[in-house]
């Protein structure tokens, strides 16, 4: 009987040791923080990924020089444009932004062609039209094929002393040069609808030329495309009734450039109100839902040559801005 009771005794004591060592907690999980004892889950491989990249909404896709499968949008380029709002900037259309084919109508001397080879020299191949009707010798200069049928006006203060193919330029871009009047049946046939991604209009800047050019051009452009010409400003006239087109930039002084090339020192720059209102006329008639836009102009040499480029390709005899639209 002794015996049973103390055995009943031990397992009693043995059974309440055993309950306060599981109750047990150490100091320092008790002082430490609460995860540190919570039991965390291992998910699987494929949880883990998707938690560790949880769905979200994409991110836009950045287009630049590295990337320009996809040409940029109107959007796009007038972000670009509001930040940098000369007419030199149109170079970075080709450059960054997928544009592919474009046109510069009244090359003259061919300076600001030359800029867009420079400036695009080092992108996947691309097309860029010149049509000048009465080349001089310093385009020849720059691009000989540009003499080689007919007459050529003799300019010898602006000649290079190297071609473009000698300076290495052009080896990217197919250049085509045509020696027509921009209005020209003939010329123009030789392009398909929405063919060109941006024509820049720089020849005759009379009201007539530059209304039939807009008309002619229009259908040649894709869809997004650009239209552009330059001086686009006059004396104050009052504006049309189009979208964009109530704030005409006044025409400025000549440059430096103009006036060491024979224009009068101090002299305002002749009014190009002509320009103006056939861009105006072009779109209160035919396109009242597209909106107008233009340059500044407000470069220097110092910005330019921040950027790459050269001032001595860019300026001309005036400061006067360009317009632009967007094709829809």
Same mark, same amino acid.
């Given at each position: 009987?002794?015996?049973?009771?103390?055995?009943?005794?031990?397992?009693?004591?043995?059974?309440?040791?055993?309950?306060?060592?599981?109750?047990?907690?150490?100091?320092?999980?008790?002082?430490?923080?609460?995860?540190?004892?919570?039991?965390?889950?291992?998910?699987?491989?494929?949880?883990?990924?998707?938690?560790?990249?949880?769905?979200?909404?994409?991110?836009?896709?950045?287009?630049?020089?590295?990337?320009?499968?996809?040409?940029?949008?109107?959007?796009?380029?007038?972000? @670009?444009?509001?930040?940098?709002?000369?007419?030199?900037?149109?170079?970075?259309?080709?450059?960054?932004?997928?544009?592919?084919?474009?046109?510069?109508?009244?090359?003259?001397?061919?300076?600001?062609?030359?800029?867009?080879?420079?400036?695009?020299?080092?992108?996947?191949?691309?097309?860029?039209?010149?049509?000048?009707?009465?080349?001089?010798?310093?385009?020849?200069?720059?691009?000989?094929?540009?003499?080689?049928?007919?007459?050529?006006?003799?300019?010898?203060?602006?000649?290079?002393?190297?071609?473009?193919?000698?300076?290495?330029?052009?080896?990217?871009?197919?250049?085509?040069?045509?020696?027509?009047?921009?209005?020209?049946?003939?010329?123009? $046939? $030789?392009?398909?609808?929405?063919?060109?991604?941006?024509?820049?209009?720089?020849?005759?800047?009379?009201?007539?030329?530059?209304?039939?050019?807009?008309?002619? @051009?229009?259908?040649?452009?894709?869809?997004?495309?650009?239209?552009?010409?330059?001086?686009?400003?006059?004396?104050?006239?009052?504006?049309?009734?189009? $979208?964009?087109?109530?704030?005409?930039?006044?025409? $400025?002084?000549?440059?430096?450039?103009?006036?060491?090339?024979?224009?009068?020192?101090?002299?305002?720059?002749?009014?190009?109100?002509?320009?103006?209102?056939?861009?105006?006329?072009?779109?209160?008639?035919?396109?009242?839902?597209?909106?107008?836009?233009?340059?500044?102009?407000? @470069?220097?040499?110092?910005?330019?040559?921040?950027?790459?480029?050269?001032?001595?390709?860019?300026?001309?005899?005036?400061?006067?801005?360009?317009?632009?639209?967007?094709?829809?």
């Amino acid at each position: 009987m002794v015996r049973v009771v103390w055995y009943v005794f031990l397992v009693g004591i043995f059974a309440l040791l055993g309950s306060m060592v599981n109750s047990y907690t150490p100091w320092f999980s008790a002082c430490g923080p609460e995860t540190s004892t919570q039991e965390i889950a291992v998910p699987d491989s494929r949880e883990a990924s998707q938690n560790a990249n949880p769905p979200t909404k994409p991110m836009p896709k950045i287009r630049n020089q590295m990337d320009s499968s996809m040409p940029w949008s109107p959007s796009d380029v007038l972000a @670009f444009m509001q930040r940098h709002p000369q007419r030199a900037y149109f170079s970075r259309l080709i450059r960054d932004g997928g544009f592919r084919v474009g046109m510069e109508v009244g090359v003259a001397d061919g300076r600001f062609s030359e800029h867009f080879l420079t400036d695009c020299a080092n992108i996947q191949p691309w097309t860029w039209h010149m049509v000048e009707p009465f080349p001089n010798s310093a385009l020849v200069s720059r691009l000989p094929n540009a003499g080689a049928s007919g007459q050529i006006t003799h300019v010898p203060e602006h000649h290079l002393t190297k071609s473009w193919g000698e300076r290495g330029l052009g080896s990217n871009v197919q250049i085509h040069f045509h020696r027509h009047f921009s209005t020209n049946g003939d010329f123009l $046939q $030789q392009f398909a609808p929405e063919s060109l991604d941006f024509v820049y209009l720089d020849g005759a800047h009379d009201y007539a030329n530059v209304k039939k050019e807009l008309f002619d @051009f229009w259908p040649l452009v894709r869809k997004d495309g650009i239209l552009a010409g330059h001086d686009y400003c006059n004396y104050g006239e009052t504006p049309l009734g189009c $979208q964009g087109c109530e704030n005409v930039p006044s025409c $400025q002084p000549y440059t430096e450039y103009g006036v060491s090339h024979g224009k009068p020192k101090r002299a305002r720059a002749a009014n190009e109100a002509g320009v103006v209102q056939a861009v105006h006329e072009f779109l209160v008639e035919k396109h009242p839902d597209v909106v107008l836009h233009h340059t500044l102009e407000n @470069f220097t040499r110092e910005s330019l040559a921040f950027d790459g480029m050269d001032y001595d390709l860019i300026i001309t005899n005036t400061r006067n801005p360009s317009w632009f639209f967007f094709k829809q």
